[in-house]
């Protein structure tokens, strides 16, 4: 049994298994012990994209000086994860019917294989090295009552991912599918999912809308962000109106979260990048309101919401407030923070490297 208070010097091969990039990697002591490899993923052929899988971690292992104990990645789900059986997904149609992709790897590499989904391994990353850990050593360093054990990890990127970790453990759930948030409604198109709006294509989607164009002639989002800034020609008032649409669909989708959870909540992936033009809709709708049948108005949610992203917010989250009140019946004070609040802010660190962070703590903690 590994001691506790040792250093855990173990080498686990991880992997990022998205539609248009596979990444590979090695990670020790949470540290990326080699640059990443990147292979097309042959996302439709069964048989090429099997073989690539294998290929990469060969190639991993070959610049190893040191044998891995073990293979921990990320492939998109819905799957079967604690027997690594993948099942029919959108981005990978090769897949469908369910593929033993697990059972696969161990029998060829001869070593334990852990697979899970990025959302996930992205908030478990973040919770061991990443945004969580910083967040409570500057909570510490302020001398601030609270501490946050909870966070919900959230990519925004090809899809909408979600992972939540509850008292330092990672949510999975009985069906593989704990913490999954695309299944959640469209608050602007109650016909939809959450996806309609929260991902890449459903921004060039609702660009295309609102600027009269066919989505044949839109870029990405990057080239939409671009516009809405001013920096590219275009519709600029379509873009910004797509980035809006895109916060108020977002901020009631983690308002659900957080009414579940109650955690701190980190964005990664690429349109995390944009987090200044749709992060005033999303919390314009965090903090919106609900009308009761008397006229009277009550908070969305019973927390204070706090941007990390501002300095002034940030500052005010950390600082936190102190109050002294008497204990009935016993000649005692005690000091505590009256007011409930929950943080919100982007990741500092590469979504790839926090996935792989998070493969990598997830295999040690179950070898």
């Keep these: 049994m590994q001691n506790p208070n040792s250093i855990d010097n173990r080498i686990v091969?991880?992997?990022?298994?998205?539609?248009?990039?596979?990444?590979?990697?090695?990670?020790?002591?949470?540290?990326?012990?080699?640059?990443?490899?990147?292979?097309?993923?042959?996302?439709?052929?069964?048989?090429?994209?099997?073989?690539?899988?294998?290929?990469?971690?060969?190639?991993?292992?070959?610049?190893?000086?040191?044998?891995?104990?073990?293979?921990?990645?990320?492939?998109?789900?819905?799957?079967?994860?604690?027997?690594?059986?993948?099942?029919?997904?959108?981005?990978?149609?090769?897949?469908?019917?369910?593929?033993?992709?697990?059972?696969?790897?161990?029998?060829?590499?001869?070593?334990?294989?852990f697979i899970n989904n990025d959302g996930n391994l992205f908030a478990y990353g973040e919770s061991k090295k990443g945004f969580l850990r910083e967040l409570n050593q500057d909570l510490e360093r302020a001398k601030s009552l609270k501490k946050f054990k909870n966070l919900i990890g959230i990519t925004l990127g090809t899809g909408f991912g979600v992972g939540i970790i509850n008292n330092g453990q990672l949510i999975i759930g009985d069906n593989s599918n704990g913490g999954e948030g695309w299944p959640m409604r469209d608050i602007l198109n109650t016909n939809s999912y959450v996806e309609e709006h929260i991902s890449r294509e459903g921004i060039r989607r609702s660009y295309a809308n609102k600027s009269g164009l066919d989505l044949k002639e839109v870029g990405s989002p990057v080239d939409i962000y671009l516009i809405a800034k001013g920096a590219q020609e275009g519709n600029k008032q379509a873009a910004l109106e797509t980035f809006e649409d895109f916060g108020t669909v977002l901020g009631e989708a983690i308002a659900n979260l957080i009414a579940i959870v109650d955690g701190i909540v980190v964005f990664g992936g690429g349109i995390s990048k944009a987090f200044d033009l749709f992060s005033p809709s999303m919390f314009k709708q965090l903090r919106s309101s609900y009308i009761l049948p008397n006229g009277n108005a009550i908070d969305r949610l019973p927390q204070q919401i706090f941007n990390l992203q501002d300095p002034n917010e940030r500052n005010s989250f950390l600082k936190g407030v102190k109050k002294e009140i008497e204990v009935p019946g016993a000649d005692k004070k005690l000091t505590y923070e009256p007011y409930f609040k929950i943080g919100i802010g982007v990741s500092k660190y590469d979504t790839a490297q926090m996935i792989a962070i998070g493969a990598y703590n997830l295999a040690l903690n179950r070898l």
């Design 13 to 113: 091969m991880t992997l990022d298994a998205g539609g248009t990039n596979f990444i590979f990697s090695a990670i020790k002591e949470n540290e990326p012990i080699i640059d990443p490899i990147r292979f097309e993923p042959h996302a439709n052929k069964l048989e090429k994209c099997l073989k690539t899988i294998i290929k990469g971690f060969e190639v991993v292992k070959e610049k190893l000086i040191e044998a891995p104990a073990a293979i921990s990645f990320a492939f998109p789900g819905p799957a079967d994860y604690p027997n690594g059986i993948i099942g029919n997904l959108p981005n990978f149609p090769a897949f469908s019917g369910g593929v033993a992709l697990g059972p696969m790897l161990e029998h060829h590499f001869k070593i334990p294989v």
